[in-house]
């Protein structure tokens, strides 16, 4: 393939997704460049081909598309305001990261005022599925571009899901989906909790649900990290507790009353204030 | 088979699980007889080859095997005071019911004072497991009469899990085992209402999920139930709210801190105020 097929991709932010996301862009043949807000996390993928940027500047610098993958709404917006002398008119702006409902239409709004391309594009996945390429990428934008687009997210994920032409609408899908993940997070942790409270081997409660209606790959990941008491993490206590706080935000603006969902934000609150906030979200169990 | 191998088994309670249940005894070669609170419900199984008999005591009158399938606690106890004059001593009491953590160790001390053997052994799965005789026996009780009592699960079950000797166990797991399928429940409804309240097509969740490691048996089966507005009964929200009570008093017996149960109660709570008592649980999403 010509190697002016394959566009310059600026990656800002290399955590737990945003470093597999450069690996592999990188694999497929992109010419990455790679800017993190701690240096050395960006730096430790020179190894696998990536350029390590020391501005964001540095990183949009030529480059055809930005693929921002950061913690939250505000650290997208200081990296773009960064980024922002060197971004090329009509640059594509891929915003992987999950920012809830009203900063990514804020975002979208800054993309139109600095002649940025914007795809509202979250992934579905944590850290493992990010290193396998598969994500399930949940793509809203213009069909203009989406040739280009799509390669990218090919590189990153097993599965690109067109949802809308409009900025906004992967971004409150996003939210219902992080709702199930906690969801199941919180009830397993509760449910283990429970036998454990009442003198049952909480390993039980695995025995029985395993290979019935109610089993997952999820239940039997995190049942595991429970039982063994290893939080390695996959998806952050602090990270959800800020994803269940755009959930509640959301929510509210919208109406609905999610009575489960607060709950379990009191549980990630309280995993956080104990000091878990870096563990896997299966640190619930814990709170 | 000789005949006399065959107990006769006194099945009293024949609704969603205990219908099923008298049925597939039957099946297996059982002499089955059965009573329900509500005679029509029992006359319906005469079809089955099932007696429906008019009292407790009658239905007990000779019996080998006495099961209880009934609502709760207090409609266990009161068939069995109505059929204490006929019970024979030394029956074998085969105690389904969910009741939870203080009615088990009552029932079981009565079936101590009146020469029963006493059981604990509550069943995970609903009205199609009971149906296709594929129900999880948990159970707790002595080892000295299991070949004949596990002739009866097999009869009703796939698995019977052998929890205890001491009954008691058996019913604290299934409080455990309840409180995952009503967290899945609430967090599938929750997930699903904040999609449609942002304006995106709901079924796009089910989409993202389905074949991934959060998709399950029972999430694709929930989720097809509120698509469609298909509230049909396998677990009703009038037996879940019952149940998610004897779950927090577990929880508060044992200092368990369930924040997300308890606000999963209040849902059920407010769909029962709301006239949904008869419908599936899966109507959380409508609370």
């Given at each position: 393939m010509n190697t002016q097929t394959f566009p310059t991709i600026a990656v800002l932010g290399t955590g737990l997704i945003g470093a597999p996301v450069a690996r592999n862009l990188h694999k497929r043949g992109f010419k990455v460049r790679a800017w993190n807000r701690t240096a050395g996390k960006a730096q430790a993928l020179a190894a696998d081909g990536v350029e390590a940027c020391a501005s964001p500047a540095d990183a949009v610098q030529d480059a055809d598309i930005i693929v921002t993958v950061l913690n939250d709404g505000r650290s997208v917006q200081e990296a773009m305001l960064a980024a922002a002398p060197a971004l090329r008119q009509g640059a594509i702006w891929l915003q992987l990261s999950t920012v809830g409902v009203d900063a990514i239409t804020s975002l979208a709004d800054w993309a139109g005022q600095h002649g940025l391309v914007f795809y509202d594009a979250p992934v579905q996945g944590t850290r493992q599925p990010a290193e396998m390429a598969q994500l399930v990428v949940l793509a809203s934008g213009p069909t203009a571009q989406r040739e280009t687009v799509q390669a990218v997210f090919e590189a990153i994920g097993k599965r690109t899901l067109w949802v809308a032409e409009q900025p906004g609408?992967?971004?409150?899908?996003?939210?219902?989906?992080?709702?199930?993940?906690?969801?199941?997070?919180?009830?397993?942790?509760?449910?283990?909790?429970?036998?454990?409270?009442?003198?049952?081997?909480?390993?039980l409660v695995v025995d029985v649900v395993t290979g019935g209606p109610m089993d997952s790959g999820?239940?039997?990941?995190?049942?595991?990290?429970?039982?063994?008491?290893?939080?390695?993490?996959?998806?952050?206590?602090?990270?959800?507790?800020?994803?269940?706080?755009?959930?509640?935000?959301?929510?509210?603006?919208?109406?609905?009353?999610?009575?489960?969902?607060?709950?379990?934000?009191?549980?990630?609150?309280?995993?956080?204030?104990?000091?878990?906030?870096a563990k896997d979200m299966a640190a619930s169990y814990l709170a």
């Open positions: 609408a992967s971004s409150r899908l996003k939210l219902a989906l992080n709702n199930w993940a906690f969801a199941l997070t919180h009830g397993l942790a509760e449910s283990l909790a429970l036998a454990t409270g009442l003198g049952v081997d909480p390993a999820y239940f039997q990941a995190k049942a595991a990290a429970i039982l063994a008491d290893n939080y390695a993490t996959s998806f952050s206590i602090a990270n959800a507790a800020k994803d269940a706080r755009l959930v509640m935000d959301a929510a509210a603006q919208s109406g609905v009353r999610l009575d489960a969902a607060q709950a379990g934000l009191q549980r990630f609150e309280r995993a956080l204030a104990a000091g878990h906030g």
